[in-house]
């Protein structure tokens, strides 16, 4: 199982970036895949999350309305399209994947067994 994030910069405030997470070596269309971002000195934080099958959504409340998730099954990439970016969005993107989630848990860390490596996102004033 390979998870793979990419896309990552820099970027003014305001300015736009679109991460992507390549999947490999699972079914993924069966995996719920989320992003998940840590910041120098704060605990990691759920971003959003995709559901296999129904595609529903969740947001974490700092993104709500500026990110949008989207899964590609037939390239096995899920992408993270964010908009009007800010300075406190700069962290560490991940990608994780997991299946037979929970509605309540989907922007929990702990919930996900796979995971990418990072992709570094900053954000300038």
């Known amino acids: 199982v390979q998870l793979q994030a990419s896309g990552g910069g820099l970027v003014q405030a305001g300015g736009s970036l679109r991460l992507s997470c390549a999947a490999s070596?699972?079914?993924?269309?069966?995996?719920?895949v989320a992003w998940f971002r840590q910041a120098p000195g704060k605990e990691r934080e759920g971003v959003s999350s995709?559901?296999?099958?129904?595609?529903?959504?969740v947001y974490g409340n700092s993104v709500k309305g500026r990110f949008t998730i989207s899964r590609d099954n037939a390239k096995d990439t899920v992408y993270l399209q964010m908009n009007s970016l800010k300075p406190e969005d700069t962290a560490v993107y991940y990608c994780?994947?997991?299946?037979?989630?929970?509605?309540?848990?989907?922007?929990?860390?702990?919930?996900?067994?796979?995971w990418g490596q990072g992709t570094l996102v900053t954000v300038s004033s």
């Open positions: 995709i559901r296999s099958g129904s595609g529903i959504t």
């Open positions: 994780a994947a997991s299946k037979n989630l929970i509605y309540s848990s989907l922007l929990r860390d702990l919930s996900y067994v796979h």
């Open positions: 070596g699972f079914r993924f269309r069966d995996y719920t």
